[in-house]
């Protein structure tokens, strides 16, 4: 599936590479590419802190049915000398599972993706794009990670890293700790490269969520001020005004 072009070609808004961007989580590119190795497993204790992490991270978020947050999302890409940055409100709903960008910078739009569906939506030009996945790993692996459903992480993913986040610039420890995986399947694997959940040490409170799509590119969701199941919370719903048009977009065949 090509990306449609204002940003010179995950969000997951294209996620891959998310919000704000208007670029659609990108196709593995041909069944050509050679089947990487299967991942090294970290040392058995840096596995054990990190199912420890996952843990805390569960018990903090899996009874939210949502979760709302403000975000900054960084997509970096070889096509590009500085990361591409956008702002605004991140909501996840757990059922039926999606995740929506309120972006409002660089431009005001809104990102939504579900298991099979990636819309942007531009209010001010009244148009939607969506695009139909030809998979729901990406989206799998990104509600499952924000969500803090460890079965299915450590199901599809191997932990073959644990990082102390570094000092930031002002030398304060963030007490921070960087859960690294690798996808365990092909199938997983033609979607996410890998995906890393940086996580409070002390409560398994989520900071950031990265991950490498099929393309190399890196997206990297960071959120602040996090509510579990707020009073209010956006629409998880696009709201679209009478005489929005749809452009529909849809993989192409194996094959073609």
């Known amino acids: 599936m090509k990306r449609p072009g204002t940003v010179a070609a995950f969000v997951l808004a294209g996620t891959a590479g998310l919000a704000g961007q208007g670029q659609p989580p990108s196709a593995p590119a041909a069944?050509?590419?050679p089947q990487s190795p299967a991942p090294t497993p970290a040392p058995a204790a840096d596995v054990a802190r990190?199912?420890?992490l996952l843990r805390l991270h569960a018990e903090r978020s899996q009874r939210a049915k949502v979760l709302v947050a403000d975000y900054v999302q960084r997509r970096t890409t070889e096509l590009l000398k500085e990361p591409l940055v956008s702002t605004g409100r991140f909501l996840f709903r757990r059922d039926p599972a999606v995740v929506v960008f309120f972006a409002a910078e660089p431009?005001?739009?809104v990102v939504r993706l579900a298991e099979r569906v990636y819309e942007v939506h531009r209010p001010q030009k009244k148009q939607i794009e969506r695009f139909h996945l030809d998979g729901p790993e990406l989206a799998r692996s990104l509600f499952a990670a924000v969500g803090g459903d460890s079965a299915p992480l450590l199901r599809d993913?191997?932990?073959?890293?644990?990082?102390e986040v570094p000092a930031a610039a002002?030398?304060?420890a963030t007490g921070a700790v960087q859960v690294q995986l690798a996808p365990r399947t092909p199938s997983v694997a033609a979607r996410?490269?890998?995906l890393n959940l940086?996580?409070?040490a002390a409560d398994g409170l989520l900071r950031e969520v990265a991950y490498r799509d099929h393309s190399g590119d890196r997206v990297a969701i960071e959120l602040n001020g996090i509510e579990l199941d707020p009073k209010t919370a956006p629409a998880a719903d696009l709201v679209v005004a009478p005489g929005t048009a749809v452009l529909e977009h849809r993989p192409k065949p194996a094959g073609s």
Do not use: C, N
Request: net charge positive; charged share 20%.
């Open 157 to 163: 993913f191997v932990v073959v890293g644990v990082v």
């Open 31 to 33: 069944a050509a590419q």
């Open 192 to 194: 996410v490269r890998s």
């Open 198 to 200: 940086t996580l409070q």
């Open 170 to 172: 002002d030398g304060k």
């Open 107 to 109: 431009r005001p739009s």
């Open 50 to 52: 990190a199912e420890a």
